[in-house]
């Protein structure tokens, strides 16, 4: 049978707020569908929705793979099949079940600047985990690398995430241009984020993206950031989660 879960993966240049945009869909989610099982996976190794949601952890993706090579370096010869099984087990395990919601954190690769074995790993992952879950939100990593890769190849919704520059709305025409290519997704749409205020938007060039909604600077959430609070609890009036459940209901996911 086909997953049918609704996967919305964000995208877009470092610094523009994923996280946080990332968290708000969580609490929206929430509390939108008390009733549906939702999951938020950390895939950018810098591991910032953790903090964002509250949430302390113990156990990586990236933790479990090392494990398995360890096993197999020790002369462990299961067949590829009882590795994956395995895997699924220990991710499972790795699993962090908090207030209406599921969290896992890929964690950091095994040496700067090499992905390819995580990301082919967290496809992986992300295919066996869709499976048992209504919704999933994977917060990616800064750039284009986890698309390039096939990491989300298989996404219902694509949010590309960007501020009002220049550099942010190339990355995110870069993204869509590959994710045209590589990603089998349903419908795809940016959140400007981070704007001083709404003179700005005639001079901000998308380039055909479609806008589902731009958030001025939100107060609110710099000083959540700064006292490192769990962005969940963030008033409902606040710009932040104001832009986001916009551009949730125009992708009809609220």
Same mark, same amino acid.
């Given at each position: 049978?086909?997953?049918?879960?609704?996967?919305?993966?964000?995208?877009?240049?470092?610094?523009?707020?994923?996280?946080?945009?990332?968290?708000?869909?969580?609490?929206?989610?929430?509390?939108?569908?008390?009733?549906?099982?939702?999951?938020?996976?950390?895939?950018?190794?810098?591991?910032?929705?953790?903090?964002?949601? %509250?949430?302390? $952890?113990? +156990? *990586? &993706?990236?933790?479990?793979?090392? #494990?398995? !090579?360890?096993?197999?370096?020790? @002369?462990?010869?299961?067949?590829?099949?009882?590795?994956?099984?395995?895997?699924?087990?220990?991710?499972?395990?790795?699993?962090?079940?908090?207030?209406?919601?599921?969290?896992?954190?890929?964690?950091?690769?095994?040496?700067?600047?090499?992905?390819?074995?995580?990301?082919?790993?967290?496809?992986?992952?992300?295919?066996?985990?869709?499976?048992?879950?209504?919704?999933?939100?994977?917060?990616?990593?800064?750039?284009?690398?986890?698309?390039?890769?096939?990491?989300?190849?298989?996404?219902?919704?694509?949010?590309?995430?960007?501020?009002?520059?220049?550099? %942010?709305?190339? $990355?995110? +025409? *870069? &993204?869509?241009?590959?994710?045209? #290519?590589? !990603?089998?997704?349903?419908?795809? @749409?940016?959140?400007?984020?981070?704007?001083?205020?709404?003179?700005?938007?005639?001079?901000?060039?998308?380039?055909?993206?479609?806008?589902?909604?731009?958030?001025?600077?939100?107060?609110?959430?710099?000083?959540?950031?700064?006292?490192?609070?769990?962005?969940?609890?963030?008033?409902?009036?606040?710009?932040?989660?104001?832009?986001?459940?916009?551009?949730?209901?125009?992708?009809?996911?609220?």
């Amino acid at each position: 049978m086909e997953n049918s879960a609704v996967i919305i993966a964000l995208s877009g240049k470092g610094g523009v707020g994923k996280t946080s945009v990332s968290a708000a869909i969580v609490k929206l989610l929430v509390e939108a569908y008390p009733d549906k099982k939702i999951l938020a996976i950390d895939a950018d190794p810098a591991v910032g929705l953790s903090t964002a949601l %509250g949430i302390e $952890v113990k +156990s *990586t &993706i990236d933790d479990i793979r090392k #494990e398995i !090579v360890l096993n197999m370096q020790d @002369g462990n010869t299961k067949t590829a099949i009882e590795l994956l099984g395995d895997a699924r087990y220990r991710i499972f395990d790795a699993l962090v079940e908090t207030d209406g919601f599921a969290f896992i954190a890929v964690g950091r690769p095994e040496s700067a600047g090499c992905y390819c074995k995580i990301n082919s790993y967290l496809k992986e992952v992300i295919s066996i985990l869709s499976n048992d879950f209504d919704y999933v939100v994977i917060d990616g990593e800064a750039g284009i690398e986890q698309i390039n890769r096939r990491v989300m190849e298989k996404v219902t919704h694509l949010l590309l995430i960007t501020d009002a520059s220049k550099k %942010g709305t190339q $990355v995110i +025409s *870069t &993204i869509k241009s590959v994710a045209d #290519e590589l !990603v089998m997704y349903k419908k795809i @749409g940016a959140i400007v984020n981070r704007i001083p205020d709404e003179s700005v938007i005639p001079h901000i060039n998308t380039n055909c993206i479609p806008v589902l909604s731009y958030i001025e600077n939100d107060k609110n959430l710099a000083i959540f950031d700064i006292e490192g609070k769990n962005i969940t609890k963030l008033p409902d009036d606040s710009n932040v989660v104001r832009g986001v459940k916009k551009a949730l209901t125009e992708m009809e996911i609220l």
